[in-house]
């Protein structure tokens, strides 16, 4: 069994916002609830802590930079991003939108993600992406929302639902590491197709995302 103490030792949402952040607690007890090998992931990794983010367009910045690169490569490049900007903080959306392509390769970035950051950054100054009512939209709506910019596909989009906007039955078919957690949790011979994994996860509703993380955190236990 999982102690009550490890369920509740999570940070508690403290955004302010029209929506109110999911009970990640309540999520872990269903999710050991109605499958018990989730007992010991739990116990290993506590329960997730995520909170909306007050930045969205700086966290899906961020997530373009990063893609395709290892978390320290990228790292150091988006440190390089934000230093082209007074004071080294992440640019107005106009000021972004209007920094030329080569400035932004001085600093690392690819001329794919160049382009792609200047393009979220012009949907935002033209309010076709409206930053401030991201909370208060379905995820199919920010799906909608966020796919015609450039360099943002429904792998992003799911990653910016769970972990940006804190949304909970989030289930992200296509993330390989997901895949891998889900095979060894539910002891498969091949990675489950996009189909399978929907139907193995079904029971997880209305926690998909915890689920999704808690395959990740298979991958990081013995």
């Not at 069994?1 to 999570?10: D, G, K």
């Not at 007890?29 to 739990?42: E, G, K, M, Y």
């Not at 309010?127 to 909608?144: D, G, K, W």
């Amino acid at each position: 069994m999982v102690s009550r103490e490890v369920i509740q030792s999570a940070t508690p949402c403290r955004l302010r916002l029209v929506v109110t952040c999911p009970d990640w607690h309540a999520a872990a007890s269903h999710l050991v609830r109605i499958d018990s090998r989730f007992a010991p992931l739990v116990a290993a990794h506590g329960v997730p802590n995520w909170q909306p983010t007050r930045q969205p367009v700086q966290h899906l910045a961020r997530a373009i930079v990063y893609q395709q690169l290892s978390g320290k490569a990228a790292g150091t490049i988006y440190k390089r991003f934000l230093t082209l900007f007074p004071r080294g903080r992440f640019p107005s959306a106009r000021r972004l939108a209007a920094t030329e392509v080569a400035k932004l390769r001085q600093a690392g970035l690819s001329q794919a993600k160049a382009l792609a950051v200047k393009d979220l950054a012009a949907h935002v100054t033209s309010r076709r992406l409206r930053p401030a009512a991201l909370h208060t939209l379905s995820n199919e709506e920010i799906a909608a929302a966020l796919l015609p910019v450039r360099g943002i596909g429904p792998w992003s989009v799911d990653m910016f639902l769970m972990f940006a906007l804190g949304r909970p039955d989030v289930l992200p078919v296509g993330d390989l590491g997901v895949k891998k957690g889900a095979q060894r949790h539910f002891r498969l011979r091949a990675l489950p197709s996009a189909e399978a994994l929907e139907r193995l996860a079904e029971p997880w509703r209305p926690f998909r995302s915890v689920g999704s993380w808690y395959m990740w955190r298979h991958l990081d236990t013995p």
